[in-house]
């Protein structure tokens, strides 16, 4: 069973800045896919940014303000989310599709709250 240790949520102003931390409980060797998504209210969960069998993907409404970033030595990927938008408002939820013993397996934290005031 994979744990993902999520961390750094909060509410800011527009215009401000977090930082999302993700750590799995298995080893970023093991991974294949590991990414945050969000969900807002009554909304479907989307995509904010991923690296996928190595490559880095971003959702269209994210791109050049947020920046994920994958941190081996810690085994630990991070979000950092500038020149938030009240838009951006939503439970983030880290996930990750990584090798398991009997083969691929996907897992995900249990959300972070983002809240964004105007």
């Known amino acids: 069973q994979v744990q993902l240790e999520e961390s750094g949520g909060g509410s800011v102003q527009a215009g401000g800045s977090l930082r999302l931390s993700c750590r799995p409980s298995v080893s970023l060797r093991t991974t294949v896919l590991i990414g945050w998504f969000r969900q807002a209210p009554g909304g479907q969960r989307e995509l904010v940014a991923s690296?996928?069998?190595?490559?880095?993907k971003y959702g269209d409404d994210v791109k050049g303000r947020f920046t994920a970033t994958v941190d081996a030595a810690r085994n630990r990927m991070n979000l950092q989310m500038n020149s938030l938008k009240p838009e951006d408002t939503a439970i983030y939820y880290c996930?990750?599709?990584?090798?398991?013993?009997?083969?691929?397996?996907?897992?995900w934290g249990q959300g972070t709250q983002v809240t964004v005031s105007p």
């Open positions: 690296v996928d069998n190595g490559v880095l």
């Open positions: 996930h990750i599709k990584h090798i398991g013993p009997t083969g691929d397996v996907t897992a």
